[in-house]
């Protein structure tokens, strides 16, 4: 992450509560409560799909239709 941020990175930091270390370091940082480590990612995942429809969103790009998409589904 330092690394990154060196070379004009703008990071988000995504951790569980108590993990106050990436404040630091990140220039954002968002909160994943607490739960058993099998369900922490089901939990990241919310987070990361705003920002990826939000940066999308920003970047004028349409998140109701993908482009490419015919590579990854088939319609009969």
Same mark, same amino acid.
């Given at each position: 992450?330092?690394?990154?941020?060196?070379?004009?990175?703008?990071?988000?930091?995504?951790?569980? /509560?108590?993990? /106050?270390?990436?404040?630091?370091?990140?220039?954002?940082?968002?909160?994943?409560?607490?739960?058993?480590p099998h369900f922490?990612?089901?939990?990241?995942?919310?987070?990361?799909?705003?920002?990826? /429809? /939000?940066?999308?969103?920003?970047?004028? #790009?349409?998140?109701?239709?993908?482009?490419? #998409?015919?590579?990854?589904?088939?319609?009969?």
């Amino acid at each position: 992450m330092v690394e990154t941020k060196s070379r004009g990175a703008y990071l988000m930091g995504l951790t569980s /509560y108590g993990n /106050y270390n990436v404040e630091d370091t990140a220039d954002f940082t968002v909160y994943v409560p607490r739960t058993d480590p099998h369900f922490a990612t089901s939990l990241a995942v919310i987070p990361l799909q705003l920002m990826a /429809y /939000y940066v999308s969103v920003a970047r004028g #790009l349409d998140v109701d239709k993908p482009r490419n #998409l015919a590579k990854s589904v088939t319609v009969e």
